[in-house]
């Protein structure tokens, strides 16, 4: 069964950084993302990366401030955010894609998320 494992959420100040990693249960997808939800919000996409070619992809609010990157040996994806603000508050969830195409555009597995708060 594919598991997708979240850790490195936590309390941050306005400002601060956070690695959020996602560990894989050792099976090869197309793509990996992360998408954020924040409470009365719809969930919406952060950043991506394909597995083999490592292309990597940014909603606008990340890019500049987050890097995503991936160790396909270790299975294991991770997204460094910098300059965390109040409203990257959310919960973050890791998610996998096995089908191709536009990275992301469907989703096959879900993590089970991890809560980032930032304080101002």
């Known amino acids: 069964q594919v598991q997708l494992v979240e850790s490195g959420g936590g309390l941050v100040q306005a400002g601060g950084s956070l690695r959020l990693s996602c560990a894989t249960s050792g099976r090869t997808f197309y793509a990996m993302g992360w998408f954020r939800q924040a409470p009365g919000k719809e969930r919406e996409f952060v950043a991506g990366?394909?597995?083999?070619?490592?292309?990597?992809y940014y909603a606008d609010s990340a890019e500049g401030r987050c890097t995503i990157s991936r160790d396909n040996a270790k299975n294991t994806v991770w997204l460094q955010m910098n300059n965390l603000k109040p409203e990257d508050t959310a919960v973050y969830y890791c998610a996998a894609d096995l089908s191709g195409g536009v990275p992301l555009l469907m989703i096959d597995y879900w993590g089970q998320g991890t809560q980032v708060t930032v304080s101002s």
């Open positions: 990366i394909t597995w083999s070619g490592g292309s990597t």
